[in-house]
């Protein structure tokens, strides 16, 4: 019975803080567009909106799923409070527990993931705090002319970085990569379209290519074992 009033204690809790935090962070620019009468173009944010759902819908349950066996339910709730899941929350998760022996989707799994997650969370928050406090003496140094050209190539080695390890991985899920990549460019330099679009059509292209490729290595599959 401690248990189970243990669970429904941090579901609880989880559920009111994170729709709290919500409240709290939609409202101020709600407030703020409100008092100003400034609203965004919501024509124009909508086909974005769409494409960032469809492209994370089977990403976030099965992510959820996942991680609710490993983190337990206080982790969880933390880790999409305080955001970074997949970089921080759960590396420090696993490699608490991994280090320490410790058998998943147990209580000492669990509450060693909210430890693991809290101590995460408090070094995020300590570092970006230094950073802000930092960033205000170093703004002339880091706003000279010869260090920004350094940051105009971040995004870009982000990203080159990203397409690198897909290429290194596999070139088959290269190849798919360029098809949805090569529409996007045309329609960039050849039509006026809303970029917002630009997603929509690769998320569709590339369900279909992946479909298509799934099929194709079932029936080679299939056919193997009926040889």
């Known amino acids: 019975m401690k248990q189970n009033g243990y669970q429904s204690w941090i579901h609880k809790f989880g559920i009111i803080s994170s729709l709290l935090l919500f409240v709290g962070m939609t409202a101020f620019p709600i407030v703020v567009s409100a008092a100003y009468g400034i609203w965004p173009d919501f024509e124009a944010l909508w086909p974005g909106f769409v494409a960032v759902i469809l492209f994370m819908a089977p990403y976030w349950p099965a992510e959820t799923i996942g991680y609710m066996s490993v983190m337990g339910p206080g982790a969880l709730y933390m880790s999409y409070i305080t955001g970074n899941v997949t970089n921080l929350r759960m590396p420090a998760t696993v490699g608490t ?105 690769a998320i569709a292209i590339s369900v279909v290519i992946y479909v298509v490729d799934y099929k194709s290595g079932r029936n080679k599959e299939q056919e193997e074992t009926d040889s």
Do not use: R
């Open 97 to 201: 527990i991994n280090s320490l022996g410790i058998k998943p989707n147990t209580d000492e799994c669990h509450t060693m993931a909210i430890i693991a997650c809290g101590a995460s969370i408090i070094t995020t928050v300590v570092i970006v705090a230094l950073g802000v406090v930092i960033a205000a003496p170093l703004a002339p140094v880091l706003e000279s002319p010869v260090i920004q050209p350094a940051f105009d190539y971040v995004v870009p080695a982000l990203f080159g970085g990203l397409v690198a390890q897909t290429i290194l991985k596999g070139k088959k899920q290269f190849l798919f990569f360029l098809a949805p990549l090569a529409i996007c460019l045309f329609f960039c330099y050849f039509t006026t379209m809303n970029s917002a679009y630009y997603m929509l059509i």
